[in-house]
């Protein structure tokens, strides 16, 4: 039985930490496959700088996502709803 290698697939380069960060967004953003995630968190596991660089990159995503919103305020939505209602009565009419 083949034990599972400790880095991600190889994308040409024979520096698994090279590879790991060339799938860096792949991974923090969830599009990579299953089998690639499993190697790269087997190599996350041995690699303390590329671990520390992937949970950089993943709190930087979370702070991106949870701040820095602006509620747009009530009158500004309903003008926009407005707006897009009678865009959309004037299409169906024209149609």
Do not use: W
């Not at 697939?9 to 496959?33: F, I, K, T, W």
């Not at 009158?75 to 209602?85: D, G, H, M, T, Y």
């Amino acid at each position: 039985m083949t034990e599972p290698t400790a880095h991600p697939p190889h994308s040409g380069s024979d520096n698994p930490c090279q590879d790991a960060l060339d799938g860096l967004y792949r991974y923090v953003d969830g599009e990579m496959s299953e089998d690639d995630r499993r190697q790269l968190d087997l190599h996350l596991l041995d690699c303390v700088g590329c671990e520390s660089v992937f949970e950089f990159e993943v709190r930087v995503k979370h702070v991106i996502a949870t701040r820095g919103r602006v509620r747009c305020p009530d009158e500004v939505r309903a003008r926009l709803v407005e707006v897009v209602q009678t865009f959309s009565i004037e299409q169906r009419r024209e149609a």
